[in-house]
């Protein structure tokens, strides 16, 4: 009977931890920059969630408890490669955001002309977001896109709530001065 129980808990855990592969996979783009870092991040983090996954108590956590280790596995990267990782490759950027453009099923709706604005200011963003340094920009990708709460940043991440809103307000002032450039210019 424990058998059961145990395989029927491992796939409930699986289901729902897959479900989350898209948002991992695209917060690891984030941290890592490079599409081979992210996938290999996205699967060391699958790979530990699934070694511990008797440490989860509620699967209704699941989703910071896999973004927590997916940081504590990004950390862990960074200090053994002690350098900042900063993202220089518009290209790659480019070709993401025109592949994504294209799956999007309202693109054909789109004006041209507003398309054009539209990838302009999403690249100047993404840009923007990625010259952040790597610990304002967790806080923001976590906060702001993923729509986690300072609690839950807080246990994901490490650090004292204080710290995340502290982090999150810097960061957010140093996005709006970077894209006060952009604005001027539009």
Request: aromatic content about 10%; charged content about 30%; proline content about 3%.
């Amino acid at each position: 009977m424990i058998f059961i129980r145990d395989q029927k808990k491992r796939q409930n855990f699986e289901k729902e931890a897959l479900s989350h592969l898209d948002s991992l996979y695209y917060a690891a783009l984030k941290l890592a920059g490079h599409q081979q870092d992210a996938e290999d991040l996205v699967q060391e983090t699958y790979s530990k969630a699934f070694s511990h996954l008797n440490q989860l108590r509620d699967l209704v956590k699941i989703k910071p408890w896999l973004y927590q280790i997916m940081v504590n596995t990004w950390k862990n990267w960074r200090s053994k490669r002690s350098k900042e990782v900063v993202l220089d490759h518009t290209e790659e950027w480019e070709g993401w955001l025109t592949q994504n453009a294209q799956i999007n099923p309202q693109s054909h709706l789109m004006n041209p002309e507003k398309e054009i604005i539209d990838r302009e200011l999403c690249e100047t963003v993404e840009s923007a977001l990625m010259h952040l340094p790597s610990h304002y920009r967790v806080v923001v990708f976590l906060s702001d896109i993923e729509g986690f709460s300072y609690k839950e940043i807080s246990e994901i991440i490490g650090r004292p709530i204080g710290t995340v809103m502290s982090r999150l307000s810097r960061a957010r002032s140093h996005l709006s001065h970077m894209l006060k450039k952009y604005k001027e210019r539009a």
